[in-house]
Nanobody, 126 residues
Framework: QLQLVESGGGLVQPGGSLRLSCAAS????????IGWFRQAPGKEREAVSC???????????DYPDSVKGRFTISREDAKSTVYLQMNNLKPEDTATYYC????????????????WGQGTVVAVSS
């Protein structure tokens, strides 16, 4: 059974960094597509980044322009974990961050994914 567990969130000052982790079980991480989404209070869930594992390639995609150059997705197959390194954090990055998995390509629509973790909260504030 697929399970995803996020961790690494917290309170950080603007300009700070966090690394989120998504520990996956019940799936072969090397060939899975893992996405990171975020949801701020009162807003829709938004795609942040994704790594397409089909064929074992690990091709990364970042979605909003606001995170490009600041967020980096990576995976460590030996630990069955996908990371989201977030640098130069801004107050608008405040949200609950979720990871999700599929066997298809990276897509930015949350409804296309079936399995989700419980989320980890990131708060950026001075």
């Amino acid at each position: 059974q697929l399970q995803l567990v996020e961790s690494g969130g917290g309170l950080v000052q603007p300009g700070g960094s966090l690394r989120l982790s998504c520990a996956a079980s019940g799936v072969t991480l090397r060939t899975a597509t893992i996405g990171w989404f975020r949801q701020a209070p009162g807003k829709e869930r938004e795609a942040v980044s994704c790594i397409d594992g089909r064929g074992g390639r690990g091709v990364a995609t970042d979605y909003p322009d606001s995170v490009k150059g600041r967020f980096t997705i990576s995976r460590e197959d030996a630990k069955s974990t996908v990371y989201l390194q977030m640098n130069n954090l801004k107050p608008e990055d405040t949200a609950t961050y979720y990871c999700t998995a599929s066997g298809g390509s990276c897509v930015s629509t949350a409804a296309n994914y079936g399995a989700w973790g419980q989320g980890t909260v990131v708060a950026v504030s001075s």
